[in-house]
T-cell receptor, first 112, second 110 residues
Framework: GAGVSQSPRYKVAKRGQDVALRCDPI?????LFWYQQALGQGPEFLTY????????KSGLPSDRFFAERPEGSVSTLKIQRTQQEDSAVYLC??????????FGPGTRLTVT | QKEVEQNSGPLSVPEGAIASLNCTYS??????FFWYRQYSGKSPELIMS????GDKEDGRFTAQLNKASQYVSLLIRDSQPSDSATYLC??????????FGTGTKLQVIP
């Protein structure tokens, strides 16, 4: 079956621009996570949804980061006024439980 | 101090040998532990999960957990060049947040 998909796969933004990153989960997966992965590092937790409820957003690095999942399926991670330190791969992972996560291919964001 | 620590490597082993990857964690409340494999330029892929002390085997992979020592390991038997990747250890406290280590790069030499 189809896996987790993310779009766009690559995004180049000028500093100060807003970006929106999309995650399409595997059908039926209630848990959805967003991670940020810098080069040479492990994924860093950003936020977690169970269906449409955002249960944990403790990893969002600043108030410029915002995530939503209004209908409990597709999720969008929005970054306002992008900064160079936001350059990273943004990974979405979904699962039927929180314990087994299936990752999408990621969106590589480069802020110039 | 990171909550999940791994040696960054690279760990080089000859083809056919056993590769041993280690991980320690600092949060004694962690209950669930995972090993992910990540090929260069790709996203992580779950290969093993372990929840109780002892060993768990799946094919060529064995995960070991020692909660008293706060130590998790992954053994890969009969290592193949296709096993060359970065292996990420992760821990969860039973609620939603999963914390990853920085990963150990494994190189299997033909």
């Amino acid at each position: 079956g189809a896996g987790v998909s993310q779009s766009p796969r690559y995004k180049v933004a000028k500093r100060g621009q807003d970006v929106a990153l999309r995650c399409d989960p595997i059908s039926g997966h209630v848990s959805l996570f967003w991670y940020q992965q810098a080069l040479g590092q492990g994924p860093e937790f950003l936020t977690y949804f169970q269906n449409e409820a955002q249960l944990d957003k403790s990893g969002l690095p600043s108030d410029r980061f915002f995530a939503e999942r209004p209908e409990g399926s597709v999720s969008t991670l929005k970054i306002q006024r992008t900064q160079q330190e936001d350059s990273a791969v943004y990974l979405c992972a979904t699962g039927q439980t929180t314990y087994e996560q299936y990752f999408g291919p990621g969106t590589r964001l480069t802020v110039t | 101090q990171k909550e999940v620590e791994q040696n960054s490597g690279p760990l080089s082993v000859p083809e056919g040998a056993i590769a041993s990857l280690n991980c320690t964690y600092s949060d004694r409340g962690s209950q669930s532990f995972f090993w992910y494999r990540q090929y260069s330029g790709k996203s992580p892929e779950l290969i093993m999960s372990i929840y109780s002390n002892g060993d768990k085997e799946d094919g060529r992979f064995t995960a070991q957990l020692n909660k008293a020592s706060q130590y998790v390991s992954l053994l890969i038997r009969d290592s193949q060049p296709s096993d060359s990747a970065t292996y990420l250890c992760a821990a969860s406290g039973g609620y939603q947040k999963v914390t990853f280590g920085t990963g150990t790069k494994l190189q299997v030499i033909p």
